[in-house]
């Protein structure tokens, strides 16, 4: 697949994202967990 390079994310989608930050090095090393059911 190819993505978009410079894609800009407002800071509040960033911030709606429900991470979980590992204890080596949590800026970095994180898991993106899903925010509930999904509808189409």
Same mark, same amino acid.
């Given at each position: 697949r190819?993505?978009?390079l410079?894609?800009?994310v407002p800071n #509040? /989608?960033?911030d709606s994202l429900l991470l979980t930050? #590992? /204890?080596f090095h949590?800026?970095?090393n994180y898991t993106?967990?899903?925010r509930g059911e999904?509808?189409?």
């Amino acid at each position: 697949r190819q993505y978009p390079l410079g894609v800009k994310v407002p800071n #509040a /989608e960033m911030d709606s994202l429900l991470l979980t930050r #590992a /204890e080596f090095h949590g800026d970095w090393n994180y898991t993106i967990h899903p925010r509930g059911e999904v509808t189409q």
